[in-house]
């Protein structure tokens, strides 16, 4: 399972301000600090790195798909016209 973000960020903060400072004082900072900086993932457009790797990967697969499309669209219209359809 992965690991939050957001407590492996505050952990060491909030570890460094209990060590400084007396506990009620580090209690209510680090309060602050955690509501702060979950206010501000909130705004942020997050998404997991596995969803992101599997977008990044249906997104190379289908740039892929198209190159190979669009050089066969490119070798059919270089071709020389069949008799298809041509008048007897």
Do not use: C, Y
């Not at 790195?49 to 066969?72: D, G, I, N, P, Y």
């Not at 069949?82 to 008048?87: A, L, R, S, Y």
């Amino acid at each position: 399972m992965h690991a939050d973000p957001f407590s492996t960020i505050l952990a060491p903060i909030l570890n460094l301000l209990n060590q400084a400072l007396p506990k009620d004082l580090a209690s209510s900072i680090g309060s602050q600090i955690e509501s702060t900086v979950q206010q501000a993932f909130k705004k942020m457009a997050l998404v997991p790195k596995h969803e992101f790797e599997a977008q990044e990967a249906l997104l190379t697969t289908l740039e892929a798909q198209v190159a190979h499309l669009e050089s066969r669209l490119r070798m059919l219209e270089s071709a020389e016209p069949t008799d298809v359809g041509e008048p007897n």
